[in-house]
C-alpha cells in the first residue's frame, strides 16, 4: 500500500506532484485560494481539496475528507507563509503574522505524522532571520519531532530542473522514527560554476522549450490558452520526459490520460514593435533595461521564476522571461516546463494566474528528491501504479476568483489572510503553545 502523503499549502501541487512521483499518494490538500483549488482538483482529481484556511482546521477533519480513517499518514509537507520579520521584544513566533507555522505544527502533531516537510524562502536562513527556524525546531520538538539538521537550502538546479531557485527545507520524524537525510545533488547547472564536478550538467532553457512550436504561429492563441497541433520538434531527453514519451515519464506517479497532441497553457502575449525591438537588443542571459525581464540563455537555465502579486497586493503580472530565440515573453506553457511540470499538469486559462501558480509551486522534480529521501527513510519500496486517472473537468481551469468561490462554497478570500487582532491571535498562539507542551507527555 503507498504511504499517505497530506498537501497543507498546497497551491496548484508542485509538491502535491513530487511526492506523487516519489511514491506517496497525496489523499488530501488544503489551500485557502480557491482559483488554484480548482488546478489542483483538475490535475488530481482523486485528492480531496479542503477550501480554506488551516487556521482552526483539525487533523479529525482532514482525516474525515480524505477518507483515510485511522490510516498512518507518513508525511505532511508544505510551506506557510512567513510575513513577521519584526524581531523586537516578541518571540518571532508570537507574531500573528506567523501563527499558520504554529497550525503546520499543530496539524503534524494531530495527524500522527510519521515525517514532515516545511519549504520556505531561502531569506529564513539569512541573518536575524535564523531566530524563527531556531524557534520552529523548538516547536517541533514541543509537538515529538525531531528535524534534520542543520536545514539546507536546496536548489532545484541540482536536481536536473532548468531554473535556478533555492528553497529551504526542513524536514524531520517522529522521535520514534528515522531521520530522513537530505538528497544529494544529481546535475551541475549549466552556464554556473559547477559545484559538484563529478555530476553532469543539467538541461537548459533550450533542452526544455526549444522543441515547443512557437505560440505566435497560431492565431487561436490570441483568444485560448491551447491548439492541437503536430508542429512539435524532436525533444532533447528532458523534454521527452515532460511530454510523457520516455519510459520513466511518470516515475512511481499516476499515469494521467490526456491528449499529447494538444498545446496547453500557451495563450499568446501582445507586444508593441517598440517592446520587441528591445528584447531584440538585449543579449541572452541579461535583462532589458526598462522592463527588467530577465532574457533566456539558449545553453544556461532560466532565474527564479516568481509569482507576481496576488489581487490583494495590486495584482502585479508574474515576471515572465523573455524567450532566448523569440522577441516575446515566453508563455505559462513554457515557464511549465521550466519548472520542471510535465505538459499533461494544467493551469488556470488566464496568463496571470497561470503564471502566478508556476512561480509559486516548489519545483516537481526537487520536490521528488526530497519525498524520495522521505520514502527511503519510511523503509518503503515504491511501485509504480497500474491505473490511469482521467483527469478533472476542464471547466475548472476557466475560473475566475468569483466562479471559484462559487463552486466550492466558500467566501472569497478577503485581502489578509490573518483577519482576526492580534491580541487574539497572540491568545491563539499561547494555547497552541501548551497543547504542544502537553504532546511531549502523550508521546512520552
Known amino acids: 500500500m503507498r504511504p499517505i502523503g497530506i498537501d497543507l499549502f498546497a497551491g496548484a501541487g508542485g509538491l502535491s506532484l513530487g511526492f506523487e512521483q516519489a511514491g ?28 480554506q484556511s488551516v487556521e482552526g482546521l483539525t487533523g479529525n477533519e482532514i482525516r474525515a475528507a480524505a477518507g483515510i480513517g485511522r490510516r498512518q499518514v507518513a508525511c505532511v509537507f508544505g ?30 502533531r494531530e495527524l500522527d505524522a510519521q515525517t514532515f516537510v516545511f519549504e520556505n524562502v531561502k531569506g529564513l536562513t539569512v541573518g536575524k532571520h535564523k531566530r524563527f527556524l ?43 522514527r528515522t531521520l530522513p537525510h537530505y538528497p544529494g545533488a544529481t546535475t551541475n547547472i549549466p552556464g554556473k560554476k559547477q559545484r559538484f564536478p563529478a555530476l553532469p550538467l543539467g538541461p537548459t532553457s533550450q533542452d526544455a522549450i ?19 497541433t503536430t508542429r512539435f520538434g524532436d525533444p532533447s531527453a528532458y523534454a521527452s520526459e515532460l511530454r510523457c514519451l520516455s519510459n520513466n515519464a511518470w516515475h512511481y506517479g499516476h499515469p494521467r490520460d490526456w491528449d499529447p497532441s494538444v498545446l496547453t497553457s500557451s495563450a499568446r502575449t501582445q507586444h508593441t514593435d517598440i517592446t520587441r525591438r528591445r528584447f531584440t537588443e538585449t543579449e541572452p542571459g541579461t535583462v532589458e533595461p526598462i522592463s527588467r525581464l530577465f532574457r533566456l540563455p539558449m545553453h544556461g537555465v532560466s532565474n527564479t521564476l516568481r509569482a507576481g502579486t496576488d489581487g490583494a497586493r495590486g495584482a502585479f503580472t508574474s515576471p515572465r522571461p523573455v524567450h ?104 491563539q498562539i499561547d494555547i497552541e503553545r501548551e497543547r504542544l507542551a502537553e504532546g511531549v507527555q502523550n508521546y512520552g
Open 24 to 51: 506517496f499518494d497525496v489523499k488530501a490538500a488544503i489551500e485557502i485560494d480557491p482559483v488554484h483549488c480548482a488546478v489542483h482538483k483538475f490535475n488530481f482529481p482523486d485528492t480531496a481539496i479542503l477550501p
Open 79 to 108: 510551506g506557510a507563509p512567513c510575513q513577521g520579520f519584526s524581531l523586537i521584544g516578541h518571540r518571532v513566533l508570537n507574531d500573528p503574522r506567523n501563527s499558520l507555522v504554529l497550525d503546520f505544527v499543530r496539524i503534524v
Open 134 to 176: 531556531e524557534e520552529l525546531v523548538q516547536a517541533f520538538d514541543l509537538a515529538g519531532y525531531t528535524c534534520q539538521l542543520p536545514w539546507m537550502v536546496l536548489n532545484a538546479g541540482h536536481y536536473g530542473t532548468p531554473q535556478s531557485r533555492e528553497r529551504l527545507i526542513l524536514m524531520g520524524a517522529k522521535k520514534d
Open 210 to 228: 526549444g522543441d515547443l512550436p512557437d505560440a505566435e504561429g497560431f492565431a487561436t492563441l490570441m483568444s485560448s490558452d491551447a491548439v492541437t
Open 324 to 427: 532566448y530565440q523569440h522577441a516575446r515573453c515566453i508563455t505559462v506553457r513554457e515557464m511549465a516546463r521550466l519548472h520542471g511540470f510535465p505538459d499533461w499538469f494544467r493551469f488556470n486559462v488566464t496568463k496571470w494566474h497561470g503564471a502566478r501558480q508556476i512561480g509559486n509551486a516548489v519545483p516537481p522534480p526537487l520536490a521528488r528528491a526530497v519525498a524520495a529521501q522521505i520514502i527511503a527513510s519510511l523503509g518503503v519500496k515504491p511501485s509504480p501504479p497500474q491505473e490511469t486517472i482521467a483527469l478533472g473537468d476542464p471547466a475548472l481551469l476557466n475560473f475566475d476568483l468569483s466562479n471559484a468561490s462559487s463552486h466550492f462554497d466558500v467566501i472569497a478570500p478577503s485581502s489578509k489572510r490573518d483577519r482576526k487582532s492580534g491580541a487574539t491571535k497572540r491568545r
